[in-house]
Structure formats: structure tokens, C-alpha cells
């Protein structure tokens, strides 16, 4: 029932967050399967990589805060901003970005070819998404 209200009022940060947690579930299994093939296997680097995943979940939880105080703000000078979610999905789309980087760098890790343009296509939306982000912080 608390996921079911959380999916309600968040319905707008559903798809994306669920499209995050399979990558980062992704990037995990990645890393692991390239530790493992390179005999670098750690249960130290293992934990620290699980903290990490954990941390970029607040990360998400403060964009979604941020949006929250903004959205307060502009109700209390009485602009009516509705439910959006710019700077909790421009985190997500920022952490899906970096998940994707590295995924690609860790099947290279394992020694699957990795095609120059997707490398190039990623870092490029990981820009883009910073400029954005910038964008917004400063209006």
C-alpha cells in the first residue's frame, strides 16, 4: 500500500526511477562479472559499490526535496507550478547516464568491444544533461 501512494504521487518519477534501479542492478552485476573475469574479486569493493548504489539514492531523494521546497516557494507568492519533477529527473537522467558509462567500461573491462559511437553518444548526453541542470540551478 506505501509503494502503491508513493507510485501515485510520484507517478511522473515512477518509470525513470524503475529505469535507474535496473541499470544500476545492471552496473552492479557488470562490475562484478568484470571483477571477477580480470580475478580482481573483492567483497570490500563489493560492499563499497552497494554504498555507492545506496547514495545515489538519496541523491535522488534530495532532487526530489528540491523540487518540493521550489514547488512550496512558488505556491506561497502564489504562482501555481503544479507537480514537476525537473531537478529529481535531471538527477535521474544524470545517474541512468553515468550507470550507462559504466557499464560500457566495464563489459570493455571484461574485453567485449565496445562501439566508439555509443561511448561518444553517452558522454555527450552526460553533458548535456550537466548543461541543463546548470541551466535550471541558475533561473
Known amino acids: ?11 511522473e518519477l515512477l518509470g525513470p526511477v524503475i529505469v535507474v534501479s ?7 552485476a ?3 562479472a568484470a571483477a ?13 559499490g552497494i554504498v555507492k548504489k545506496v547514495a545515489y539514492a538519496l541523491i535522488i531523494v534530495v532532487g526530489i526535496v528540491v523540487d518540493w521546497v521550489v ?3 512558488a ?8 507537480n514537476f519533477y525537473y531537478f529529481a529527473l535531471l ?11 559504466s557499464i560500457l567500461e566495464n563489459v570493455a573491462r571484461i574485453g567485449v568491444p565496445i562501439p566508439p559511437f555509443l561511448q561518444k ?3 555527450k548526453l552526460k553533458n548535456t544533461t550537466e548543461s541543463k541542470g546548470d541551466e535550471l540551478s541558475e533561473g
Not at 535496473?22 to 552492479?28: A, I, R, S
Not at 580480470?38 to 563489493?46: A, D, F, N, W, Y
Not at 505556491?75 to 503544479?82: F, H, L, M, S, Y
Open 1 to 11: 500500500a506505501l509503494l502503491a501512494a508513493v507510485g501515485v504521487y510520484f507517478q
Open 121 to 123: 553518444l553517452t558522454k
Open 75 to 82: 505556491e506561497k507568492v502564489g504562482i501555481d507550478a503544479g
Open 22 to 28: 535496473v541499470v544500476m542492478l545492471c552496473d552492479y
Open 91 to 101: 538527477v535521474i537522467v544524470w545517474l541512468i547516464i553515468n550507470e550507462c558509462i
Open 36 to 48: 571477477w573475469v580480470k580475478g580482481e574479486l573483492s567483497s570490500r569493493v563489493g560492499i563499497v
Open 71 to 73: 514547488q512550496v516557494a
Open 30 to 32: 557488470s562490475g562484478v
